[in-house]
């Protein structure tokens, strides 16, 4: 609604590139009365108010752009506007071969590009029916997904706590993450973008003596978590802050297909890696932490945060496990030379990233290039939540609604 | 009113908490990093800039083919029959002139691909990460050992022996017609 | 329940407009009338037995230049935790379906992005409007024919430069369909001159 009305140009650039601006007052006038109109057919009252809210807004994690309609300091609505960081990756990837699509699945999730490698990588084996992996490989993989989720979550907890005004947690985040980052990048070479899971295998094996650097690396980092939670998590006055706030009940997180901590921060005890074990999770002893209500109603803002704190430490549990457990062998040997799945096959894989499900689904055509790959992103279904959970509340709030979805635009715009 | 007293009282504990934490760190070693003035050692097999060892290029195509965001351009020209390239030091023997080589360090998302592919081993990325440039076309990066006009006077020959060997066959092919037209007219 | 048992419930339900079921592939998929679309999701939804209360996913996609679109969602059951997906047919010209926007509210979203990126009109969508590019874009882009549009308020959009003419690479056969996004013409080993400034 709103939409229509300032999408009317007040000025163009013509062909030769000229700015041409419409300053007639009748347009004017029009535009006023335009907007008159519309306001009150969607049945808002002279005294509301339309605020944008981003793009270059530095709680908005991102280029998101939400229009958002206040009585005062209520939140009445918020239509979330998407597409400033869209480079359709989809398009893309029916050019290119499969395994070439590897580096544009990083730069979706970039907090997270391990996960994004391996979901799309699931899915071309499941394409392939490549199902017998060396054992190495899939530890190895688990290991990098894992990490990637820590390193991932300690950004979203940290960004969590700056947008409710605590900037010391989000620099100690931040010295953690960039220890699992040396880690990647003694691993792949890369720090962000890794590149490092492949169809099939791994783009290199463990360098020596990394699987102790990995163990210290834990060691040090869960005294390092309790500290955190003294730091932030039992803070009164960031409870208070966030643990009435956002409201999600169960049932609208499903209508909505949220996944992810949004989904379980509600209650919903749900996650791929138990639930529809992928790779070898089925192996491992870990929970599934679900938002309790501590403080507050169940599915608030702060349960959401709660379950990314748990989360970490199931994590630390599998890797334990996963490092004690990791067999020798040959990461190459299962790469298929070429592939090429049959002609009209499809497949959709969903596995768990940090942010929710990540799922791919791909059509082959018969060659060496997919006819389609669509990414059903985690942060695209739960950001449309943002509505939801912050009408009728005040617009300080929204800052944490965001920032307890915990959105990276990279995925939500593809 | 019980519960006002009890929220501050909660409130500054769970500060102090944090001051605890933060006032021992004040102790510990920093972390961070003058970063012009220090640098990290970087592991080995980081992945920064691209180099091209072009004496051991054989003009395989095979990095161009496989780079998904196509920033790698190369030009080969057929070496003659007579002429010895020589051998690269993995041993492929060199079979084209290289005469263009760019890399475009601009387009490429370092995913390390090209460097996988290679059978030489030729192109392999370093740890020069600091490459920023005041002019775009600064950031293509040249690696062919040919000077310019060497290299188009190369692509010329190519293309006047290619036009002559076409030119040839076709005289040929009408040679071959008109003889088949005259059986037939026989 | 096993996707065939899923099936077979749904093929008593409505008969004719089943097309066809294929349990042979990786997910399980049944194909639909796109007539009986709105009233198959209805169905699976809200029956006793079938209970899928999670969207999972729901795409586009084009079965090439000339030929139709198509449509496919993937569903799960919490409680009963079994999936299926349903897929439809539409015409390339002027392809229209029910949306289920209704039944699962995160439809809303999946569909604003077929609509977008494939030009499928979902009736009875309460806001059906471009959602990742811009509301003034031309043209479709996951569609196979799609041509990208010239210009886009005086920015040009195919990236290319105004360099000199330089082809060899671009004429090598496998690279050809890339040109159209990463064009860019360089003379051979000589320093790349712009010719003149790209019209804004
Ligand atoms: S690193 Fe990747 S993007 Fe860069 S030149 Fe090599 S293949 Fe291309
Ligand atoms: S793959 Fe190696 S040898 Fe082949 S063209 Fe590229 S750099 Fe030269």
């Known amino acids: 609604m709103f939409n229509n009305i300032f999408k009317k140009q007040r000025y163009y650039f013509d062909s030769e590139g000229l700015l041409v601006v419409d300053m007639s007052p009748s347009s004017a006038v029009h535009y006023q009365e335009a907007v008159q109109a519309a306001t009150q057919d969607a049945g808002f009252s002279g005294e509301d108010m339309v605020i944008n809210f981003g793009p270059q807004h530095p709680s908005t994690h991102g280029v998101l752009r939400l229009e958002v309609v206040l009585e005062g300091e209520l939140v009445k609505k918020v239509t979330p506007h998407l597409g400033y960081l869209h480079r359709n990756f989809e398009k893309h990837a029916e050019y290119i071969p499969y395994n070439e699509i590897v580096p544009y699945t990083d730069r979706l999730d970039y907090l997270a590009a391990m996960n994004m490698n391996l979901g799309y990588v699931l899915a071309v084996e499941k394409l392939l029916g490549l199902t017998e992996l060396p054992e190495r490989v899939e530890y190895i993989r688990v290991i990098c997904a894992e990490f990637n989720r820590i390193a991932s979550h300690l950004m979203a907890i940290g960004t969590f706590g700056l947008d409710a005004g605590a900037i010391t947690p989000f620099l100690w985040a931040f010295r953690d993450r960039e220890k699992i980052l040396d880690l990647f990048e003694w691993l792949s070479g890369a720090r962000m973008l890794y590149n490092y899971i492949w169809v099939g295998g791994v783009a290199r094996d463990l360098p020596d003596g990394w699987v102790e650097k990995a163990k210290e690396f834990l060691d040090y980092f869960e005294p390092m978590m309790v500290e955190f939670n003294n730091l932030l998590t039992h803070n009164h006055i960031f409870i208070e802050r966030t643990a009435h706030i956002g409201i999600l009940p169960a049932d609208v997180a499903i209508n909505y297909a949220a996944t992810g901590p949004v989904l379980r921060g509600s209650g919903v005890k749900w996650d791929l890696r138990r639930d529809q074990p992928y790779s070898i999770y089925d192996r491992f002893e870990f929970d599934i932490p679900v938002g309790e209500g501590m403080y507050g109603p169940v599915g608030s803002a702060f349960d959401r945060y709660w379950v990314r704190i748990r989360e970490i430490e199931e994590s630390v549990k599998i890797l334990r496990q996963a490092l004690d457990q990791i067999p020798e062998g040959d990461v190459f040997e299962a790469i298929p030379r070429k592939i090429r799945p049959p002609a009209g096959k499809e497949a959709y894989f969903r596995s768990e990233a940090p942010r929710g499900e990540i799922g791919f689904y791909i059509r082959s055509n018969g060659s060496d290039i997919p006819d389609r790959v669509k990414c059903r992103s985690s942060c695209f279904v739960n950001i449309s939540l943002i509505d939801e959970i912050s009408r009728g509340q005040l617009v300080a709030d929204l800052v944490i609604n965001i920032g307890s979805i915990d959105i990276v635009l990279g995925e939500v715009d593809r | 009113m019980r519960t006002y007293f009890r929220n501050v009282y909660r409130s500054l504990i769970t500060i102090l908490i944090g001051m605890r934490q933060t006032w021992r760190h004040l102790f510990t070693p920093s972390v961070t990093l003058q970063y012009p003035h220090e640098k990290w050692d970087l592991p080995v097999g980081t992945r920064q800039q691209l180099f091209v060892n072009i004496d051991d290029c054989i003009g395989c195509y095979k990095c161009a083919r496989i780079c998904p965001v196509d920033c790698i351009y190369i030009d080969t020209v057929k070496a003659k029959p007579d002429e010895d390239l020589g051998k690269a030091s993995t041993g492929n023997p060199i079979r084209q002139h290289v005469v263009r080589f760019d890399i475009d360090m601009f387009k490429c998302c370092y995913c390390n691909f090209c460097t996988t592919v290679c059978p030489t081993d030729c192109i392999y990325m370093t740890d020069k990460y600091e490459t920023s440039v005041y002019d775009r076309s600064n950031g293509i990066y040249h690696f062919s050992k040919y000077a310019p006009d060497y290299a188009a006077k190369l692509i010329v020959d190519e293309k006047e022996a290619e036009a002559a060997k076409a030119a040839a066959r076709a005289a040929a092919k009408e040679k071959a017609m008109a003889a088949k037209k005259a059986k037939v007219a026989e | ?200």
């Open chain 3, 1 to 200: 329940m096993t996707p065939q048992d899923i099936a077979d419930k749904v093929q008593k339900q409505f008969g004719d407009a089943v097309l066809e079921f294929d349990a042979e592939a990786l997910d399980p998929v049944i194909k639909v009338n796109p007539e009986a679309w709105f009233d198959i999701c209805e169905f699976l939804k809200t029956d006793a037995d079938l209970e899928f209360d999670n969207l999972v996913c729901l795409s586009g996609f084009d079965y090439g230049a000339g030929k139709e679109l198509g449509i496919i969602i993937h569903l799960y059951s919490f409680p009963k935790r079994h999936s299926i997906a349903v897929k439809a047919d539409l015409p390339r010209e002027n392809p229209r379906i029910r949306s289920i926007e209704s039944l699962w509210r995160t439809a809303d979203w999946h569909e604003r992005e077929v609509f977008d990126l494939y030009g499928v009109v979902f009736d009875g969508h309460p806001d059906l409007r471009r959602i990742l590019c811009p509301d003034d874009w031309e043209g479709y882009p996951l569609r196979k024919d799609y041509e990208v549009q010239e210009f886009y308020h005086g920015i040009r959009v195919p990236y290319k430069e105004d360099w000199e003419e330089f082809d060899t690479f671009l004429k090598n056969p496998r690279r050809g369909h890339f040109v159209f996004q990463f064009e860019r013409t360089l003379p051979a080993n000589g320093n790349a001159k712009p010719k003149e400034k790209p019209s804004p």
